[in-house]
């Protein structure tokens, strides 16, 4: 998993210059035992989420935070338990919406496209294999709105890639 992970971040780095945005992946522990994914999986759902966190650090951010210095993402892989923590310092979530926008077709951008459709597809996929995803609400920003997804890759099916 943490070499898929490294692929997916890389692959986000030219973007993330683009825009001035950090991408910070984390393995902790530093040395970890191999977990059994579906690499198709990780790379869509850690790609859905990464879409999102860039459309609302650049498009909506503005309205929260006028410093456009520190627009972030972080993941940490908190490899022994198979978690993945995704979060930015974007808006947030209302945490009215918490399980909306898992929903199909949910989406709060009222422009700039967005169908509503990266996170139920998230949670399907990952559900599929046997995965969860949900959005924490024991960490939020300081707005009050939740900011942090934990994708759980632990009971994963399927032990065909790494």
Aim: overall charge positive; aromatic content about 8%; some cysteine.
């Amino acid at each position: 998993m943490n070499d898929c992970l490294s692929l997916v971040v890389d692959a986000y780095r030219a973007k993330a210059l683009r825009h001035d945005v950090s991408i910070d992946l984390v393995f902790k522990p530093r040395r970890q035992s191999a977990l059994k994914t579906v690499k198709a999986c990780v790379i869509q759902v850690v790609q859905n989420l990464l879409e999102n966190s860039f459309f609302w650090l650049t498009t909506k951010r503005r309205k929260f935070d006028t410093d456009q210095a520190d627009r972030a993402i972080d993941i940490v892989v908190l490899g022994r338990r198979g978690l993945l923590k995704i979060s930015d310092n974007g808006p947030g979530i209302a945490p009215e919406n918490k399980e909306r926008i898992f929903k199909e077709f949910y989406t709060t951008r009222k422009s700039g496209g967005g169908r509503g459709l990266g996170l139920y597809i998230a949670r399907e996929l990952l559900e599929l294999y046997g995965g969860t995803i949900e959005l924490s609400d024991e960490i939020v920003n300081e707005n009050g709105r939740l900011n942090t997804f934990i994708i759980d890759f632990s009971a994963m099916k399927d032990d065909s890639n790494e």
